[in-house]
């Protein structure tokens, strides 16, 4: 059994800033890959951005320049700092795990609400 437990959403003012956590526990087989993603209402899951165990990380273009993942291997924690946030950035947000073996493993969702 693999547990994902996020936590760090909230209301935010546009420009403002968030930092989301999420940490894995549980039977978890050597991890390869955490990922963020988003879902807004009405809209299909979407990925924000994902980091290796090696370090490797991605953007999709909507967050480039504003949103870093970065993860600690240590404690199976991976984060996403989110800065100059725009009321399109609200969404459920749900981390990923992907482990060596091409299992993967979803969190409950935090809720991001960027508003005024």
């Known amino acids: 059994q693999v547990q994902l437990v996020e936590s760090g959403g909230g209301l935010v003012q546009p420009g403002g800033s968030l930092r989301l956590s999420c940490t894995a526990s549980?039977?978890?087989?050597?991890?390869?890959?955490m990922a963020w993603h988003r879902q807004a209402p009405g809209k299909q899951r979407e990925l924000v951005a994902r980091i290796t165990s090696f370090g490797s990380t991605s953007y999709e273009d909507p967050v480039k320049g504003r949103f870093t993942i970065s993860r600690d291997n240590a404690k199976n924690t991976v984060y996403l700092q989110m800065n100059s946030l725009k009321p399109e950035d609200t969404a459920v947000y749900y981390c990923k795990i992907i482990n060596d073996y091409g299992e993967t493993y979803w969190g409950q969702g935090t809720q991001v609400t960027v508003s005024s």
């Open positions: 549980g039977s978890i087989r050597s991890i390869y890959a």
